[in-house]
């Protein structure tokens, strides 16, 4: 790969700058956390830029809280560093900034991970033909690689082995089924991300992430086991809930049962009231002002 060259340190107009096709959406939360440490502290780096060529465009390489921040600060320009720079260069840019800065999930931190070995590989072919796991006789690169995954391993409070998985279950994910975790109703958790990569089946992978996504399960387990059992009915999760309220009212004591009543008496008349005509909610609402409102009258 083509060494990068630092062209030049400068103020660039926000205008001027490309952020299209980024590898991770820029998140609000943060944009506003970062606002105001520049408010106080000022901007600690530069963001990077590469220079095109072709067309003399310059495209953001690593920074797009930092512009984000910037623009809603109301400056015209920010300080940067513009490269002359290969893709591959940028893009191993653009994921170490994140790896090293970025508060990233399971999911983030997968898809990162596998795109920076997929970018490393090509850029030095001679890591891929050393394998995943290396010696002494696979080279320098190899041993970027390994020292990359104990770097992120130490940072990030896991294992090798688990970064070793996150790779893969990245590898194993293209752009439809992030789309659909990144939608999920619940964040998906690096045993889901496991569980992922051990799929033999193209299938089952769309079908985990689907149901994920959408909210109809609540781990990738639970998606295998139900295909394995095809009978098995979709849980769904408003119903599930119900069954647990249930279970817990009918096990407590009658007197814990009153508390509770009492506890949520007036979203209880609201609710009956929602589903009853408006004469009955009306009644209900006398009723409940002249008897104590128990749970025999719920019962």
């Excluded at 010696?135 to 896991?158: M, Y």
Aim: glycine fraction near 6%; charge should be negative; include cysteine.
């Amino acid at each position: 790969m083509r060494p990068p060259r630092l062209i030049e340190v400068t103020d660039i107009p926000l205008d001027d700058i490309d952020t299209s096709n980024r590898l991770r959406p820029v998140s609000e939360t943060a944009v506003k956390s970062l606002t105001h440490s520049i408010e106080t502290l000022g901007l600690q780096s530069e963001i990077q830029l590469r220079k095109i060529k072709k067309t003399g465009k310059l495209r953001l390489i690593a920074g797009g809280h930092r512009v984000a921040a910037f623009r809603a600060l109301g400056h015209a320009s920010i300080p940067a560093k513009v490269w002359d720079c290969t893709d591959d260069w940028a893009d191993l840019a653009e994921i170490d900034d994140n790896l090293a800065h970025a508060e990233l999930d399971p999911l983030e931190l997968c898809t990162f991970l596998a795109r920076r070995k997929e970018v490393y590989e090509r850029a030095y072919p001679q890591a891929k033909q050393g394998g995943d796991h290396g010696n002494q006789h696979t080279g320098g690169c190899q041993t970027d690689i390994l020292s990359f995954c104990q770097s992120v391993a130490e940072k990030r409070d896991i294992s090798e082995r688990q970064v070793r998985r996150l790779v893969a279950a990245g590898q194993a994910l293209g752009p439809r089924e992030i789309n659909e975790l990144r939608d999920a109703p619940k964040k998906v958790s690096l045993s889901d991300l496991q569980e992922i990569a051990k799929c033999g089946s193209v299938t089952d992978r769309y079908d985990i992430c689907r149901a994920l996504g959408d909210g109809s399960a609540k781990s990738a387990k639970e998606v295998l086991a139900r295909k394995k059992a095809p009978g098995t009915a979709v849980k769904d999760p408003v119903e599930a809930a119900r069954s647990k309220l249930n279970d817990a009212y009918s096990r407590a004591p009658k007197e814990a049962r009153r508390r509770f009543v009492d506890d949520h008496r007036d979203e209880l008349l609201e609710l009956l009231g929602e589903d009853a005509p408006t004469e009955q909610a009306e009644s209900l609402e006398t009723d409940a002002e002249i008897v104590p409102f128990t749970s025999k009258r719920v019962g």
